[in-house]
């Protein structure tokens, strides 16, 4: 797709980018056609982005979707790295995963490379840790409400993977230790070492990303301008070989 429309006219590539955006919007939300649940609420990063993609495209937020590129793609990186479902199972639910997780990091990727918003730069990178932040507290804070009411409703959340430690510490078992810091303020349970390693993880692995990103600006650009230098160097070659005179 990006070598098919990287010449197109913007307005080609914009409508590529948002009927890709809507494809993932739609997506994601078939998962409602097998029930609503308290679990199903997007409110995982990978899960939102569909969300935040339509949002950034529909309105022409640059600075949402520089946070969205950094943020959402690192993320989905992970997800796709370490998936949260058995290999060979072709279930409905891991279907949908593979699927929406390949549009979380096909979208941004080719809006960006597809020129529709300018360079990640280093502004980008406080969009990308205000945004996160605030996400990282709501997920925090409705993880923490609704684990307090589980009794209740039957249900537990796992938003952003710090509210279920034994899959954590599977993942992660040098980290076991974190699990012995707790307190409970009522119904509420709070693990503080686990919630700031898991918000200093991955702004770590977020920010280098961004590095990796601009690592390959560098290296498009060098390429870029050799590729420049060799066209101009043949076209010296070809006119100076052009205006010698013929011999007879």
Same mark, same amino acid.
């Given at each position: 797709l990006y070598y098919a429309f990287r010449f197109r006219p913007r307005h080609d590539r914009v409508m590529l980018c948002m009927f890709l955006t809507l494809v993932l919007f739609f997506h994601y939300n078939s998962m409602y056609l097998m029930g609503v649940t308290i679990k199903r609420l997007p409110f995982q990063l990978c899960n939102i982005a569909s969300y935040f993609y339509l949002i950034a495209m529909v309105f022409n937020l640059g600075k949402m979707f520089h946070f969205c590129f950094i943020v959402n793609v690192a993320g989905t990186i992970l997800a796709i790295v370490a998936p949260t479902f058995s290999i060979g199972d072709t279930s409905f639910w891991t279907m949908h995963y593979i699927i929406e997780h390949s549009l979380v990091l096909i979208v941004p990727s080719l809006v960006m490379g597809l020129r529709i918003y300018p360079r990640v730069t280093t502004k980008s990178l406080k969009y990308a840790a205000i945004g996160f932040t605030c996400y990282f507290l709501f997920a925090f804070l409705l993880g923490t409400i609704l684990? @307090?009411?589980?009794?209740?409703? @039957?249900?537990?959340?796992?938003?952003?993977?710090?509210?279920?430690?034994?899959?954590?510490?599977?993942?992660?078992?040098?980290?076991?230790?974190? @699990?012995?810091?707790?307190?409970?303020?009522?119904?509420?349970?709070?693990?503080?070492?686990?919630?700031? /390693?898991?918000?200093? @993880?991955?702004?770590?692995?977020?920010?280098?990303?961004?590095?990796?990103?601009?690592? &390959?600006?560098?290296?498009?650009?060098?390429?870029?301008? &050799?590729?420049?230098?060799? /066209?101009?160097?043949?076209?010296? /070659?070809?006119?100076?070989?052009?205006?010698?005179?013929?011999?007879?």
């Amino acid at each position: 797709l990006y070598y098919a429309f990287r010449f197109r006219p913007r307005h080609d590539r914009v409508m590529l980018c948002m009927f890709l955006t809507l494809v993932l919007f739609f997506h994601y939300n078939s998962m409602y056609l097998m029930g609503v649940t308290i679990k199903r609420l997007p409110f995982q990063l990978c899960n939102i982005a569909s969300y935040f993609y339509l949002i950034a495209m529909v309105f022409n937020l640059g600075k949402m979707f520089h946070f969205c590129f950094i943020v959402n793609v690192a993320g989905t990186i992970l997800a796709i790295v370490a998936p949260t479902f058995s290999i060979g199972d072709t279930s409905f639910w891991t279907m949908h995963y593979i699927i929406e997780h390949s549009l979380v990091l096909i979208v941004p990727s080719l809006v960006m490379g597809l020129r529709i918003y300018p360079r990640v730069t280093t502004k980008s990178l406080k969009y990308a840790a205000i945004g996160f932040t605030c996400y990282f507290l709501f997920a925090f804070l409705l993880g923490t409400i609704l684990n @307090g009411y589980s009794a209740e409703t @039957g249900e537990k959340v796992n938003y952003f993977y710090m509210f279920d430690l034994e899959l954590a510490f599977d993942y992660f078992p040098f980290l076991t230790f974190a @699990g012995n810091y707790h307190f409970s303020i009522g119904r509420f349970e709070i693990y503080p070492i686990v919630v700031s /390693i898991v918000y200093l @993880g991955f702004t770590l692995i977020w920010f280098s990303f961004y590095m990796l990103v601009k690592l &390959l600006y560098k290296i498009d650009d060098d390429h870029l301008e &050799l590729r420049n230098s060799s /066209i101009e160097l043949y076209e010296k /070659i070809t006119n100076k070989t052009s205006r010698r005179p013929k011999e007879f």
